[in-house]
């Protein structure tokens, strides 16, 4: 099994910054898409951002130009940087990472985190 564990999440006064982290571990053979979610209150969950092992990256309209996701393939561990978060931004994040996992055999793996939440108020 492949466990996604997140960290970085809390309370931002509007215009601030949070550095999301996520670390996959586990039997990972190797981790091809990472990504972010977000889900508010009373909302579907959306995704935020996504990146490819070789690093091409895709964002929902409403957070291009103020976050930025980045990976670190060694480490199995995908960022989220945020600028600028807007109140609108409050929501708990999730980590999702697709692959293939190395035991029992070779098999294909979609994993997720467990969320952390992040609020933007003043």
């Known amino acids: 099994q492949v466990q996604l564990v997140e960290s970085g999440g809390g309370l931002v006064q509007p215009g601030g910054s949070l550095r999301l982290s996520c670390a996959a571990s586990?039997?990972?053979?190797?981790?091809?898409?990472m990504g972010w979610y977000r889900q508010a209150p009373g909302k579907q969950r959306e995704l935020v951002a996504n990146?490819?092992?070789?690093?091409?990256?895709n964002y929902v309209d409403s957070v291009k130009g103020r976050f930025t996701i980045s990976r670190d393939n060694a480490k199995n561990t995908v960022f989220l940087q945020m600028n600028s978060l807007k109140p609108e931004d409050t929501a708990v994040y999730y980590c999702?990472?697709?692959?293939?996992?190395?035991?029992?055999?070779?098999?294909?793996?979609?994993?997720w985190g467990q969320g952390i939440q992040v609020t933007v108020s003043s």
């Open positions: 999702n990472a697709e692959g293939t996992a190395l035991f029992p055999e070779l098999l294909p793996f979609g994993s």
């Open positions: 990146i490819t092992r070789g690093g091409s990256t």
């Open positions: 586990g039997s990972i053979f190797s981790i091809t898409g």
